[in-house]
Structure formats: structure tokens, C-alpha cells
């Protein structure tokens, strides 16, 4: 049976739209992913990971900023991860079929895409502007608060994942449910949850906006949390808005590393993930 | 649980020291969750604290003016409204198709062993930190635009009628355009992984049937997948505008941040985040920074507004899949 010519065409178009859509997204990939390794490679220096970001003019590295940020994303998790899991245990267990999780279930995923300035923002008028100045405490605060609905949301669909003949079983041999929740299930599901909290670390790691009124930025060497704390987003920010070629380098070398520490991170999680469905 | 489970649950324990520590932990966990309800409630009860000074001083001026001057003490916030709507909508024009394209390819044309990377390829779209989009958007992809891609449009757009004013201006590589491409490539993920998800969820006997009836793939994607998906393509559209308003660091260096209403696509222009992000450390009076935070809570209840829809729709479908979250 013959297709008629207007019908074919119009098929060969729908595949080769397609087609060039993929090719599309790719493409925008591989540059971005090109220039970012190409620039940063060539400014990757020993000194990078050893040296205070630099005053204009003159070299350095970036070694203030990658402590920072590390202390705060470590502090984020600490502070986002306990009250996330809790919560998402409440959504899959206890309150399952309620109205309160179904509230919450429709409003973490809401915060889930919530602008991240406006938690800046938020961070802002809740802390820094009561302490009087900006603080990397008040920067670890403004990232747990976009890990939390991370953790939640996976907590929650991991602990579904479990069949309830295992909690079923647990309830046979005589154990209290907040017994069974935390030796059984929490068990089945960790590595789900830990899969979400590396994903959620990987989010956390390249976020700018919130961090620009709350760390802000410190060109020296600094561990005090209560203190202005220099961190890789914001030293790239600055250093990218600067006109000086030293600090565009340097701001090339820290988002080499950003980026590589964000994609090796959701990489190994894929990877995690793929051997456990196998497992 | 099903209905054994709670019968078991209901039933009178021999040892009663389970039921103390049970109710502890669900005290525990139900109260981390209303933390979550709390927070929400808190940001939108903050941002309208914080910015009720600009509010109560400019009334309905603060949304139509377009006079945003530091030194005089007015803030109009029409500049940042507009350009946040502009490059959205940009953003959304070359979103939505590119990743219908993306989902029909991943889920009907391409070999069956180049699914899964090339899915996984697309999906770090979405894992690049938006301040990297930022960097790359101002080094690299702005010249690119004002030295091969802005000359061509003004020389052949900017001077037909109706559109011709949208391209006219001189090709500087930094404005609205480029920074809607920006946010339009930052959202394809979200987009696609959605249609993806649910072309794929398209009952076979369907597609099997239009295609038995001898339609072309086209032809199953315009009158069968579509119409099928139709909600939850909705859906996944709010969400990718969700994305693109309360997008920061990928817009701010290539917006240029200025103050000017302009019809060109060309020219510099801001955004509600930018004009957040760029000016809130030097906001040196109360009204400066009053102004700011009230473009904060009016981009948060607008996302928030937008988001609520995407979830709502994308809850129905879920729900006629016949899944429970």
C-alpha cells in the first residue's frame, strides 16, 4: 500500500527534527564541557591547591575558597540531612495516607525548584542582617535548606521501593514500628538515600546566588564560621565579573574543578545506582 | 501497608514499651515534616517582612514603573519584570520543541543500546552548576553571538515590519536573546526527562494500533502520543518555567544589567534574580534594600504559582498512571 508523498515527508521531517533536537543538546553540552577543561586545564597549577586567592594583579590559588566551601557543604549535610531523612520517613511510613503528607509531599517538590536567590534572601533576613554580618554558618544554613527537600523527596521514594511484606515481617516477629523503620528499613533503603544525598552534595556544590548574602566572600584565610568565608562559587563569580586576566585564569581553574567534582559525583552515583538494580 | 499490616498494628501488644518509643519517633518525623510547610510559609512571610518598605512607599508604582534609580530613591520594578518574562518566554520557545525532539528520539528512533548514555548525556545538562552556564555564556558564547549570529539577524530581520524592532540595535553579544538561549538550554533537562518519562508510558495497544492502522511516526506522535501526554506536557513546560524565572547565575553576566526598557532582543536589559544578585551587597540604604527584597517575593509567589500548576498536572497524570507520589 502506498503512503502518499505529503505523509512521508512530513515522517522523514518528524525524524530528522528529532534527531537534530539530540544533536542540539549535545552539542551545547560538549562546548560547555570543552571550553570549561580547555581553560581550566591550562590554568590548573600546583599553587592553585595551596595558595590564598590573590589580590588583583598578582598569582595565586584558590585553597581559602575550596575550604570554605568544603566546611559548608559538610556543615549543609549535617544540619539538612538528619531533619530530610526524618521528614521523608514520616512521608512513606507513619503518614503514608495522610492529608499533612500529602501537603508536604506538594510543597517540598515546590522547594525543590524554588528560586535558590530567594533563599539567599530569606537567609539573609533570618541571620545576617540579626547578627549584623554576612557569616559562612549563615551560608552552610542557606544550602541545607536546598539539600533538605532533596532528601526528603529520595528518603521518601526509597522507603516506598520497600515491600511491605518486609515491614509485614518485621511487625510478625513482635517489634515496635520505629524498630522496624530504623533496623529494617532504613537498612534496605541507605544506599538509595545516600545515592540522594550525594546528588543533593553535587547540587549544593555549584550553588552561587544563595551564598551571595550570606558567606560572601573572604580573600584571606579564614576557618572562622561566624566570620565572612571565602567559597569556590563566589570567588568564580567575582573573579569572572573582575577585568583582570589573572583572576578570569583563576576563576577558568575553579570552575574546572567545580565542574569536574560535580560531574565525577553524578557519574558515581549513576554508577552506584546501576549496580544496585543489578545486585 | 496493606490491611494485614494495620490489623497487626491495631492489635493489643503483649509489652507495652514499644508503643512509648513509637510514638517519640513518629512525634520526631512528623514534626521534621511540618518543618518543611513551616519553611515555605517562612521564606513567603519573610520576603513580605522585608520587602513591605517598598510596598507601603511605591503602592502599584513598584510593578509598572520603569524608573529604577538608586541615587533618587525610586525603584520601579518594571525593567526586571519584563526581561524575566522576556527570556523565559525565549527560553521556553526553544526549550519546549528541542526537547519533545529529545523524548521522540530517546523513546521511538534512536538504537536501543544508545538510549540509556545518551539520556544520561542530557540529563547533565541539568548536573552543570548554573554559575558555569554564567562563565561560559559571558566568555564564550556572548562574543560568539554578537560576532556571527546578532550581525546576521540585524542585517536580515531588523529592518522587516512588526519583528524588525525585536532585532535591531547593535550586536554586543550581551542581552535578552542571548540570555534566553542560555536559560533555553538550561531547561531542556528538566523538559525532556518529563516527556521522556511519559512518552515511554504511552500505552503500547495505542501506539501498536495507530501504527497497525498505517500511520507514519509522525503521525502517532501528533495524534496519539501527544494528545495522550497532553497534561503532563503541560506540566513539564510550567516546570521548565519554574526554572527559567528564578534562573541567577546563568543570566546575570550575559543580561547586562541595565535599567532601560527596550524593545530589542539585543540590548541589555535585567531580571528580577539578576537585579537581586548584582545590586543587594551594595544596597546601601533601607528602601534600596526593601525594593530588592520585594522583587524577591514577588518572584518567589510567582514561582511558586507557576510551580503549583506543573505539579498539580503532572499529580493527575501520576495518579491515572496509577502510581501514588
Known sequence: MAIRASRRIADVVAFVFATAATTFGLVWLTWILWMTFRQGAAALTPSLFTQMTPPPGSSGGIFNALYGSAVMILLAVVIGTPVGVAAGTYLAEHGRHTRLAAAVSFINDILLSAPSIVIGLFIYELVVRRAGHFSGFAGALSLAIILLPIVVRTTQESLLLIPDTMREAGFALGLPRWRVTRQILYKAAMSAILTGILLGIARIAGETAPLLFTALNNQFWSANLNAPLANLPVVIFQYVMSPYDEWHTLAWAGAFVLTAFVLLLNILVRLIARKGKQG | ?325
Open chain 2, 1 to 325: 501497608m496493606n490491611a494485614t499490616a494495620a490489623k497487626i498494628l491495631e492489635a493489643p501488644r503483649p509489652k507495652k514499651s514499644g508503643a512509648g518509643a513509637d510514638r517519640t519517633f513518629e512525634l520526631i518525623t512528623s514534626g521534621a515534616a511540618w518543618f518543611v510547610l513551616v519553611l515555605l510559609a517562612g521564606i513567603a512571610l519573610s520576603m513580605a517582612w522585608g520587602g513591605r518598605l517598598a510596598f507601603k512607599t511605591f503602592g502599584w508604582r513598584f510593578i509598572t514603573s520603569p524608573d529604577w534609580d538608586a541615587v533618587g530613591g525610586h525603584f520601579g520594578a518594571l525593567v526586571p519584570i519584563y526581561g524575566t518574562l522576556v527570556t523565559s518566554a525565549i527560553a521556553l520557545i526553544i526549550a519546549v520543541p528541542v526537547s519533545i525532539g529529545i523524548a521522540l528520539f530517546l523513546t521511538d528512533i534512536a538504537p536501543r543500546w544508545t538510549r540509556g548514555p545518551i539520556a544520561i548525556a542530557i540529563e547533565l545538562l541539568a548536573a552543570i552548576p548554573s554559575i558555569i552556564y554564567g562563565m561560559w555564556g559571558l566568555f564564550v558564547f556572548a562574543p560568539f553571538m554578537a560576532a556571527h549570529v546578532e550581525p546576521w539577524l540585524s542585517d536580515h530581520l531588523g529592518g522587516k515590519a512588526v519583528i524588525g524592532p525585536l532585532f535591531s540595535g547593535p550586536p554586543i553579544g550581551i542581552g535578552m536573546l542571548t540570555a534566553g538561549i542560555v536559560l533555553g538550554i538550561m531547561v531542556i533537562p528538566f523538559i525532556a526527562a518529563v516527556a521522556r518519562e511519559v512518552f515511554s508510558a504511552v500505552p503500547a495497544p495505542l501506539r501498536e494500533s495507530a501504527v497497525a492502522l498505517g500511520s507514519t511516526r509522525w503521525e502517532v506522535l501528533r495524534h496519539v502520543t501527544l494528545p495522550y501526554t497532553r497534561s503532563a506536557m503541560i506540566g513539564a513546560i510550567f516546570l521548565g518555567l519554574g526554572r527559567a524565572l528564578g534562573e541567577t547565575m546563568a543570566v546575570t553576566f550575559v543580561l547586562g544589567n541595565a535599567h532601560d526598557l527596550s524593545a530589542s532582543l539585543l540590548m541589555p536589559s535585567n531580571s528580577i534574580a539578576a537585579a537581586i544578585a548584582n545590586e543587594f551587597t551594595e544596597a546601601d540604604t533601607d528602601l534600596y534594600r526593601s525594593s530588592l527584597i520585594a522583587l524577591g517575593f514577588l518572584l518567589f509567589v510567582v514561582t511558586f504559582i507557576v510551580l503549583s500548576i506543573a505539579k498539580l498536572l503532572l499529580l493527575r497524570v501520576n495518579k491515572q498512571m496509577g502510581r501514588t507520589h
